[in-house]
């Protein structure tokens, strides 16, 4: 093997050895041992799906004369676009934080810090004797979801076995719905008890909790030691020892002679692609991080407008019109949707991995676009046929859950080389916020100045764009390890 890495560095500035070194195809590996390493990180998408869910009911709670429980309830609609949208700020500052951070503390440290944010946010803002330091409460959990949402698909990544990587990251966006589905239930549940708002904030801190002695818990990623080492920030051998006892634990093997031969080949890749120089900004935009920068932002920006806050927006309406007895209680339309949306991400989850990344996102896309021109067409032609908005809606959740929702998280944690990774997957993230900011915040003008229906047919137009993107752009990374798709890169 030393020989093997000392011919890889001759030849490392040869132009014309392009040839990737392929990993071992089957890596070993037991269930059992997979699960807690995924099962803490995605904590941190469940926290944040909560959040979305609980505070559609918190803000009902928070500004009702009757259940507020306060004196400060009668909030003016900026105040309450603070409440609401307090942790998205948050989570844009948390993307801008871990862009600097990342990778000096690593993907593990980087999510206990994310719970600690978590859990002091949710604390504050249950407890908050005044709006300023609920507001300050939102903030702090907002960075948490920033810090979660960075490092959680990294570590995912990192540490799961190639066969099983697409599974595991696309299961974390089902934990992020099945968040908002357990926030939309505590909402149902608590919207009419005296200071709901508070138990519904206060109910995830055992949770912060878990994730944070969790993470604790578990090893570091072999890879981001491995890299630490190469370039020279820790002694090669101490941390190939400790990588090699950190795989051993994540794949559940008795003997480090089982996997030491795989932390050779990770350690011989790592320095076949030059990984021995630390980072710096401008490369982010140069070669294949720049390629990388590209497929990861183009997803999720593409994920964000094609409207997928602004037809959610719509959900109540819709349902209403088509003369649903429950329409009318916006949390139970909530639930409904909710349910929905997590049985499609679970059909993802339990393909991605067989069908592949890129048939799942252009079958997913295609249905987006036409469920959207169904919904123009019913705010333009057809305003007396609510069934197709109805269809309309349901289908675009429906395709948003097999597509964007799972698949745009699962290419952003694969496609980036390691030594920029966390840099890249921090720019993907703060896109991905920044996008949901700008829909959520322009939706509302657009509608006034064009019209719902034209508004609608805008969306279905630009996601005929992404359809033309992911074809043209986005490669298949289905059973690849982390460092074949870099080298194809």
């Keep these: 093997m030393a020989d093997d890495k ?27 041992a997979a699960i807690f390493p995924f099962l803490f990180p995605a ?52 993307s801008i934080l871990a862009f600097n951070i990342a990778d000096f503390l690593g993907r593990r440290r980087e999510l206990i810090l994310s719970s600690v944010s978590y859990l002091i946010g949710a604390l504050l803002t249950a407890v908050a004797p005044n709006f300023p330091i609920m507001v300050v409460g939102r903030f702090l959990y907002g960075i948490g979801i920033g ?31 099945l968040g908002m589905l357990l926030g939309y239930i505590a909402g149902s549940l608590l919207v009419e008890v005296v200071s709901g708002w508070r138990y519904m904030y206060a109910t995830s801190t055992p949770l912060c909790l878990i994730m944070g002695l969790g993470m604790c818990w578990l090893p570091s990623s072999p890879r981001w030691l491995l890299l630490c080492a190469i370039q020279g920030k820790g002694n090669l051998m101490e941390s190939k020892e400790n990588a ?79 003369g649903f007895s429950g329409a009318s ?85 694969e496609v980036f080389p390691l030594r920029l990774r966390g840099r890249g997957l921090s720019i993907a993230v703060l896109v991905n916020f920044a996008s949901n900011a700008l829909v959520t915040f322009a939706f509302s003008p657009l509608e006034d100045l064009i019209g719902t229906g034209i508004l609608f047919s805008g969306f279905g137009v630009i996601a005929l764009a992404s359809l033309v993107f992911i074809f043209c752009i986005v490669p ?14």
């Design 6 to 32: 000392g011919i890889q560095h001759e030849h490392g500035g040869d132009c014309e050895s392009t040839a990737p070194l392929l990993l071992a195809p089957h890596e070993p590996y037991r269930i059992s």
């Design 329 to 413: 209680d916006a949390t139970r339309v909530s639930v409904l949707l909710g349910l929905l949306k997590l049985i499609m991400t679970g059909v993802a989850v339990l393909v991605v991995d067989k069908l592949g990344r890129r048939p799942l996102l252009i079958g997913g896309v295609s249905g987006i676009a036409v469920s959207l021109f169904l919904l123009s067409s019913y705010y333009t032609l057809l305003k007396d046929a609510p069934y197709v908005a109805v269809i309309a809606l349901l289908l675009y959740v429906g395709c948003y859950q097999l597509s964007f929702g799972p698949i745009g998280w699962l290419m952003i944690s």
């Design 244 to 322: 090699t006892r950190c795989l051993c634990r994540l794949r559940g093997q008795a003997s480090p002679d089982l996997v030491s031969g795989q932390v050779n080949l990770i350690l011989d890749e790592l320095a076949y692609i030059d990984q021995d120089r630390q980072a710096g900004f401008s490369e982010i935009f140069q070669g294949k991080c720049l390629k990388a920068m590209i497929i990861g932002c183009g997803l999720v920006f593409f994920q964000q407008v094609t409207g997928q806050p602004s037809v959610l927006y719509y959900a109540a309406t819709i349902l209403q019109s088509a």
């Design 476 to 489: 298949e990374t289905k059973g690849l390890t982390l460092e074949e798709i870099e080298a194809s890169l």
């Design 147 to 177: 810090l979660a949402m960075h490092a959680a698909p990294m570590y995912i990544a990192e540490t799961a076995p190639s066969q099983i990587r697409g599974m595991l990251i696309s299961l974390k966006e089902f934990f992020i719905v």
């Design 43 to 94: 904590l941190g998408g469940l926290l944040y799906g909560y959040d979305i869910g609980a505070t559609s009911g918190a803000t009902i709670s928070l500004k009702s004369s009757t259940f507020s429980g306060t004196t400060w309830y009668n909030l003016s609609s900026l105040q309450t676009g603070l409440v609401v949208s307090g942790s998205l700020y948050g989570a844009l500052i948390g």
